[in-house]
């Protein structure tokens, strides 16, 4: 059984990489997903390009684990030499867009799932869930249908981390600053260049450092990414727009951060959101210890996912290598697939 729905998974992963899925437009692999589970005789729910399921003996009596990860991708990057959508197989690599990033991952708890899913007393139930929208944080993704879900008690959220457990996440925020100046001609004299006080906040970025550092994510990391002002070269401007990347650890929250920062700027800064908070679970947690039964690394993740998103405890762990993600020519090892639902089931048979 076990071979059977591993070779079942990667053939569901290669009919997905032939189906365009940009974030905002998975509706083609939601049919994809969905039928899928409904040969195996699971009951689906939908809601909109969200797909889940609960195991067959759900009991609401039960702790719930969710099982989560997307089937949206970015768009191909220009320096693809091959066909994003082929779905190639090279040497043991199957090829194409979202293959790593997240379809492996994606297929592998599919086949954890339907290993438990006819089973009989469990101790915790399970809800599959493959979701829209997470490379966008789209508002139609995962948060779409989290007060739908039944009570989650704890995630397992798929992500290539080579079958690491990823047991805290840097959040994100993203700020727009505004500094502002006089404008006036270059060859007078200007105390009020907005560049120049632009500057000013920048370097208090470069240099300031927030105290709680973390023991898995390390420190709150600020770092300016765009910045724009003027128009020509002769008129010292009036506004200078920049942005920052935050990258926070557990330790603070994104308001508490962006307090600061803007307690030691001049310039007006505006959060695009501050949703995207960094997570964490105990070390002490079951799903934690099981990895640690099992010898698997942990370690903090600094890249953002739906894990940001959750409200429960969760874990990051999946099949893949997270610096394929967005690379052209993207590819996962058959052998990672194989090797992750593998260890996915070891994981869950300690649980449940």
Not at 226 to 252: K, M, S, W
């Amino acid at each position: 059984m076990k071979n059977n729905i591993t070779q079942q998974a990667i053939d569901l992963l290669v009919k997905l990489i032939q189906t365009p899925s940009f974030s905002g437009e998975e509706n083609q692999t939601a049919n994809l997903i969905e039928a899928w589970l409904t040969d195996r005789e699971v009951e689906t729910n939908r809601h909109q390009n969200n797909i889940w399921a609960s195991n067959k003996y759900f009991d609401s009596d039960k702790p719930t684990i969710l099982l989560n990860s997307h089937h949206d991708t970015v768009k191909p990057n220009k320096a693809y030499t091959n066909d994003p959508f082929e779905a190639k197989r090279i040497a043991g690599k199957l090829y194409g867009l979202g293959s790593n990033d997240a379809g492996g991952c994606l297929v592998s708890l599919m086949a954890l799932f339907i290993h438990f899913y006819k089973q009989k007393n469990l101790k915790y139930n399970l809800l599959i869930a493959a979701t829209a929208e997470e490379e966008i944080s789209g508002k139609n993704g995962i948060t779409s249908i989290l007060k739908i879900l039944p009570k989650i008690d704890f995630a397992v959220v798929g992500e290539p981390t080579e079958m690491h457990m990823a047991v805290a996440e840097k959040g994100l925020m993203v700020l727009d600053g505004y500094a502002t100046g006089v404008s006036g001609h270059a060859a007078h004299e200007n105390t009020e260049n907005a560049i120049y006080n632009a500057l000013e906040d920048v370097d208090w970025m470069r240099n300031h450092q927030f105290l709680n550092e973390s023991e898995t994510l390390g420190k709150v990391k600020m770092s300016v990414t765009q910045i724009n002002a003027g128009a020509q070269h002769n008129v010292v401007p009036a506004t200078c727009h920049f942005v920052v990347d935050v990258r926070v650890n557990e330790l603070y929250t994104n308001q508490e951060i962006f307090n600061t920062m803007q307690e030691h700027t001049k310039s007006n800064l505006i959060a695009r959101s501050f949703r995207l908070n960094s997570s964490s679970i105990p070390v002490t947690h079951p799903i934690v210890k099981a990895g640690k039964a099992l010898h698997l690394k942990t370690y903090g993740s600094p890249t953002i996912s739906d894990q940001a998103l959750l409200t429960c405890p969760s874990v990051k762990i999946g099949p893949g290598i997270s610096s394929r993600s967005h690379s052209a020519n993207e590819f996962i090892m058959i052998s990672e697939i194989e090797e992750g639902i593998q260890l996915y089931i070891q994981i869950f048979n300690q649980l449940l």
